[in-house]
């Protein structure tokens, strides 16, 4: 991708659907974003390759949610984190499949993928989440 055809957060939700984590890796410097944006942070380079993420990782940090937007209300307390993927870059999201008082940092952690339940306040695409790999 170059110049005008960006790295969009359209093409980051069709690797979603497909179970895969796509990131936007600098042409000038290498550094890889996600989520994508317009210009690189490091070299403001306006262009981009799309490349897949690894899926695995390990917890930097986490907090834990007890009081939760609307949309979640059902599914709290959850673990929130930022996890450190194999090739540095560093993605937020939940943490599932896994009970609180085990959350450690430093933990392995995988993404995985799901379909998002339709709501009329919620925008509509493909989720990822964190589970002990």
Known sequence: MSGKEQFTIERLCQGLSQGKLLGG???KCRKIH???RPLCD???SDRFEQVEISP???LLTYTIIHI????FQAMAPYAMGIVQMENGLKVPGMIRDVAADKIKIGMSLKIMFESCIP???WPQWPRY???PA
């Open 42 to 44: 490091k070299c403001f």
């Open 34 to 36: 996600f989520p994508p």
């Open 25 to 27: 890796k600098c042409v």
């Open 119 to 121: 709501t009329s306040n």
């Open 56 to 58: 695995n990782g390990k």
């Open 129 to 131: 989440y964190f589970k």
């Open 68 to 71: 939760a937007p609307s949309q």
